[in-house]
């Protein structure tokens, strides 16, 4: 299967914790995007990368959430000190250069306790 | 005022009804996206339309560039139509940047 695909698919943590997600995106797929989403709601955009540079993170939700693409294949989203808020399904999504479609990974979800 | 909005929020139709969903947006566009969403999460794009009509088996979008509404259709429905159906438009920031702005999504349960 040549799809995006995201590890783990469950994590419950307690709060306070760091957590990390891992994306690969379909092979040479240069955009990648990270989303949040709520129960209820559509997703929300956190974050963006073309290749390995991160063209827009002013979405990410505070300084406790970082992302990383360092060699323009894979990205990982970590949170730090983990809140109950911080609950959700986290969504990646990657598309071709010049291509507007995004094939979307089954999300990561997230419950911190 | 969100600037994707969607209705309705939920939707029941019984098995063979013909069921629309709408979508107005706020934002300039290039195209509006259409994704489904089973449950466990998954989400597939179904349409991606920048003007007049698109179908894809039982499938139809339509869209109104000048009046930003676009609508999904689908015509005999199935149990296995139900779904979270989400629409979204693309915004451009500087530096070339792409995101997609979603609706709330219209949960659809079709009855057998």
């Known amino acids: 299967d040549t799809g995006v695909s995201q590890d783990p698919r469950h994590k419950i943590t307690k709060r306070g914790q760091n957590v990390t997600f891992r994306c690969d995106p379909i092979s040479e797929h240069n955009r990648l995007y990270w989303y949040r989403q709520t129960l209820g709601q559509g997703p929300e955009f956190l974050t963006y990368?073309?290749?390995?540079?991160?063209?827009?993170k002013s979405r990410l939700l505070s300084d406790r959430f970082s992302a990383e693409r360092p060699k323009g294949s894979f990205s990982t989203l970590e949170i730090q000190r983990t809140e109950q808020g911080d609950s959700a399904m986290y969504l990646c999504?990657?598309?071709?250069?010049?291509?507007?479609?995004?094939?979307f990974g089954p999300g990561t979800r997230l419950l911190v306790l | 005022k969100n600037e994707v909005e969607q209705s309705p929020q939920n939707l029941t139709a019984q098995e063979g009804e013909f069921i629309t969903i709408n979508c107005s947006y706020s934002?300039?566009?290039?195209?509006l996206h259409w994704l489904q969403q089973h449950p466990g999460g998954g989400i597939v794009s179904l349409f991606m339309?920048?003007?007049g009509k698109k179908k894809h088996g039982r499938l139809i979008a339509t869209i109104n560039i000048q009046e930003k509404h676009s609508s999904l259709h689908i015509t005999a429905s199935h149990p296995r139509d139900s779904a979270v159906y989400i629409c979204a438009v693309p915004t451009y920031s500087g530096a070339g940047s792409y995101q997609l702005t979603f609706g709330k999504g219209t949960k659809l349960s079709v009855i057998p």
């Open positions: 934002v300039g566009i290039s195209a």
């Open positions: 339309l920048s003007s």
């Open positions: 999504a990657s598309t071709p250069l010049a291509r507007e479609t995004q094939y």
């Open positions: 990368f073309q290749n390995e540079a991160q063209l827009e």
